[in-house]
């Protein structure tokens, strides 16, 4: 089998972890958490980062961070994980979703100013699967309309918008170190801002909320997010390799370009958008209507022959716990139902090889002959 991902560890994971394990520090007040912390801050540009046990609460932290009163709402797209409302529901607000980009899968930025409303708080930008979403036009109606930007670079890692790192456009960004990730810590995530009231929060937040006059008494809740020095250990040496990680995720992505790009049947990932070009994080793809069968059945097919994939994301408005809640009426977001239903992602892991894209490519040809 073909594993959807495998991630590479290669480096100088393995001496850092025994650092932890020779000097005992392997719980969050270690001294890789701050090191990985200041590292990342200054990739991404950023003053603060704070790390965090994935990226799903790093998500609820930064939601919780713009302390949005019950009723507000925050526009987010369709098509993501249910991480992104979780933490928008979990705060007691709303979520308001807008439909894709047919071509880039990012949330489609001309529906944006429609939803807005009174009640509108913030709007959360998701970068979907390497290519970024638009931001020029988010960040103008963020300042249009005094909105609140949560960046969702989950994926992201490496990746620019217009020159600029994705995670420096965020009120509050974040980041996840899944096994998936470009920079994975097996678990674990990171909020970065440049507003210290803000880092201030999070950092609370992540530590359940003691307060500094007296420890175990609490004026907030909060949750006990915190990463441990191993995985920060991980972290550092996973970021010091990121920019060979994007050149090869780069080189995986052309090369199943050019193996794949003459099949009619199915849509590729854009290699580039005038504002970035795509980091593959995962290589997705999406059966056309000519093709007489669903991703599922792909997947099938694909699985059966050895081959690993991943479906797509869900859209949030589709979602069976979240329309129980009395979410999203009638909305409807048509190009995330498709792509939800006729798109899927190939292995697309660090550890793949050529030949291992090639074995692929030849599988996806003959399952759509
Ligand atoms: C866009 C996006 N946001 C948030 C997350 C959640 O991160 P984690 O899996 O670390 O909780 C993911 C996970 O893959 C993601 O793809």
Redesign the pocket.
Known sequence: MIPVNEPLLDGNERKYLLECIDSGWISSEGPFIRRFEENFAVAVGRRFAIAVA??????DAAVAALRLEPGDEVILPSF??I??AAAVVRARAIPVVVDSDPKTWNMDVSLIERCVTRRTKAIMA???YGLPCDMDPILALAGKYGLKIIE?A??MHGQTYRGKPCGSFGDLS?F???P??LVTTG???MIVTDSAELAEICRSLRNLCFIPARRFVHEELGWNMRMSNLQAALGIAQLERLSEFVERKRAMGGLYTQLLDDIPGIQLPLPETPYAKNIYWVFGIVLRDSVPFDAKEAMERLGAAGVGTRPFFWPMNEQPVLRGMGLFGNVQCPISSNIARRGFYLPSGLALSESQIHTVAGIVREILR
């Open positions: 994935n990226g799903s609460l790093a998500l993501t994980i991480s992104c998701v970068h979907i969702d989950a994926e974040i996840s170190f899944y998936n990730k678990e674990g995530g």
